[in-house]
Nanobody, 122 residues
Framework: QVQLVESGGGLVQPGGSLRLSCAAS????????IGWFRQPPGMEREGVSC????????YYDNSVKDRFTISRDNAKNTVYLQMNSLKPEDTAIYYC???????????????WGQGTQVTVSS
């Protein structure tokens, strides 16, 4: 019954922006750290960003620092990933998942969503 659903992906030109949403059902999102991950074509899953449940502290992979912003709206039970200045290298399927802390290992995250495709191309 615990479920996360990603949305907001699509096709965008380099330099463009997208906002991804991670909506929770079956549990209260503000009790968890929520991480965003991505899997480029032919590559392994990697961490992108995470927001802690304790104080909302954000964390970012170096590849997206200063371009992406993670945020939480507890009233809507949703976590967002605002992506600006998108590059072709950002093309991937983007997933969200939950854990108690952002410091958790990737393999310990759970309740993975189905993913949303982001394609950055001219």
């Amino acid at each position: 019954q615990v479920q996360l659903v990603e949305s907001g992906g699509g096709l965008v030109q380099p330099g463009g922006s997208l906002r991804l949403s991670c909506a929770a059902s079956g549990f209260t999102l503000d009790y968890y750290a929520i991480g965003w991950f991505r899997q480029p074509p032919g590559m392994e899953r990697e961490g992108v960003s995470c927001i802690d449940s304790s104080d909302g502290s954000p964390y970012y992979d170096n590849s997206v620092k200063d371009r992406f912003t993670i945020s939480r709206d507890n009233a809507k039970n949703t976590v967002y990933l605002q992506m600006n200045s998108l590059k072709p290298e950002d093309t991937a399927i983007y997933y969200c998942a939950a854990e108690d802390y952002c410091s958790a290992a990737l393999s310990d995250f759970h309740s993975w969503g189905q993913g949303t495709q982001v394609t950055v191309s001219s």
